[in-house]
């Protein structure tokens, strides 16, 4: 009977201690579940991690710390060769690399470095990954309309990194607003009495003539221009017009866009200097209160606020994307929704098998798990969950700073395709403004010629731009006029323009 007993109580611990173990490795976090899975191959052997080197942008001041990068590695068994380059010098270093034979696996560009190296990819100096993409689950995934945008010739050589397709808006001081009975502008007459009003009607109560309406700077595409132009019905770039392809600057609506800007500016609506202005500049002066619309990416109202509150605590800012041109319509100009691409060179990716495993690696990437790793953290650590989104952790933004941010640069698609979390914003109206940017998906003005090929513009785009850059800022501050704009566009054509148009529209023809 104590022999049964002992014996029971034997069976009783060795049962215990089976299950406390089998919990215990059920609670494994999720890191280590995409360890093991990444780390068997299909017969359940273990696989060596595969080594890929890669050459990625820099976006903050210092290389990162190890801490992600291995755990990305454990979670995608590889062995991660980061060639971290400055963003302001990776256009150089892109082109050194390339001269002399040293290119890494893979290879990020931006969309006008991609535009000079069509010539490479057509020379098949790297891989077509399109046939490859159904191969896997998560790449699969991918926005055909925006791998349309990178294909050369129809074929896709890249992977992209998603941005919204169009951030523009206005952000404005709603306090000022309120005090002078303004609602937000819903067309292009309200903008102007607003920008009026919050320079001539004292919105600040100081009893003194030192606001102005708009803040701008010297940036025609990402300051105040483009969306402003946008709202009048201005192609983006290109339109087309009779069945041909025409630059922006020759449509009604650009010159309608001159005029209204220019009054402004003899109005003094506007900073009477901003062709020189910084972007620090600018948004100094919406921080500091002599500026009240600031018009521009939606998602920079955050930071606007957060700077600005601290001069004037009962300040209040909004945010509005909807604006109306004199016809009745709205539209805003969009990106070709990526921020760069990846390419593979076939120099360092000598087989199909090389490739295949490092597309492995990017659909790794595209799993929420990896995603959320990748781009927000480690979660408890960088950033927290809250109404199924990621929070970032306010107390540890050194360490986000310096463990995390650098690493964006090596995502793959957006949050709709990879699963992984959007931002929690604990300012309403940044939140707002997320909302609003998704709503300008909506009413998007494309460029036509994103996947169009002219050797001239290639090789003039700078000089060109520079012809009519100048015209536009000289008409709007009225040392030109309309027949001063018209021989600026005539000195555009005859020193490459023409050519442009010719080819453009030849190679727009051969694929519709």
Not at 180 to 203: H, I, K, Q, V
Not at 446 to 457: A, I, R
Request: hydrophobic residues 35%.
């Amino acid at each position: 009977m104590f022999r049964t007993k002992k014996f029971l109580n034997f069976i009783v611990t060795l049962s215990l201690i089976f299950i406390v173990l089998v919990a215990c490795n059920g609670n494994k976090n999720v890191s280590n579940s995409i360890e093991e899975n990444a780390n068997e191959n299909k017969n359940g052997q273990q696989e060596e991690p595969y080594t890929i080197s890669i050459m990625a942008k820099l976006h903050t001041p210092e290389t990162p710390n190890e801490k992600l990068l291995k755990l990305l590695e454990d979670a995608t068994n590889t062995k991660l060769d980061i060639q971290w380059v400055p963003d302001n010098n990776y256009d150089e270093r892109l082109s050194t690399a390339f001269a002399t034979g040293s290119l890494p696996q893979v290879v990020a560009m931006n969309f006008n470095s991609f535009v000079k190296f069509k010539d490479a990819i057509r020379a098949d100096q790297f891989w077509e990954v399109g046939p490859y993409l159904d191969e896997f689950e998560n790449l699969s995934k991918l926005k055909e309309e925006i791998l349309a945008n990178t294909m050369v010739d129809g074929k896709l050589y890249s992977l992209y990194q998603g941005r919204p397709l169009s951030r523009q808006g206005m952000i404005y001081r709603k306090d000022w607003a309120d005090k002078l009975g303004l609602s937000a502008p819903t067309n292009t007459d309200e903008f102007y009495e607003m920008l009026r009003a919050f320079s001539e009607d004292d919105p600040n109560g100081s009893g003194t003539n030192d606001t102005i309406g708009l803040t701008d700077r010297s940036d025609l595409i990402y300051g105040a221009f483009k969306t402003v132009a946008s709202w009048y019905g201005t192609p983006n770039e290109w339109g087309e017009k009779d069945g041909q392809l025409l630059p922006e600057f020759m449509f009604p609506a650009y010159m309608d866009t001159l005029n209204f800007l220019r009054e402004v500016h003899s109005n003094g609506y506007i900073n009477q200097d901003f062709p020189v202005t910084s972007k620090t500049d600018q948004q100094a002066l919406f921080k500091n209160g002599t500026a009240g619309v600031y018009v521009g990416s939606m998602a920079d109202v955050e930071g606007l606020y957060n700077d600005a509150i601290t001069l004037n605590p009962d300040l209040e800012l909004d945010v509005q994307n909807y604006v109306e041109g004199p016809q009745g319509e709205f539209g805003v100009w969009s990106i070709p929704g990526f921020n760069g691409i990846l390419l593979f060179p076939k120099s360092e990716i000598e087989t199909e098998d090389d490739l295949r495993k490092i597309l492995g690696f990017y659909d790794q990437l595209m799993t929420p798990e990896v995603a959320n790793l990748l781009v927000w953290g480690v979660e408890g650590e960088h950033y927290t969950v809250k109404d199924g989104r990621a929070l970032p952790n306010a107390d540890n933004q050194k360490k986000i700073d310096t463990e995390v941010r650098p690493y964006l640069s090596l995502e793959i698609g957006e949050p709709e395709t990879s699963g992984r979390y959007e931002g929690y914003f604990t300012y309403e109206v940044k939140a707002k403004a997320e909302e609003l940017i998704k709503d300008n998906e909506n009413y998007l003005i494309k460029n036509p010629t994103v996947t169009l090929d002219s050797e001239t513009f290639i090789q003039n785009s700078e000089r060109l731009k520079l012809i009519m850059v100048d015209a536009t800022y000289k008409y709007i501050l009225g040392q030109i006029d309309e027949e001063g704009f018209e021989k600026a566009i005539t000195d555009w054509k005859n020193q490459g323009g023409d050519k442009v148009i010719e080819e453009f529209n030849t190679h727009y023809q051969q694929i519709n």
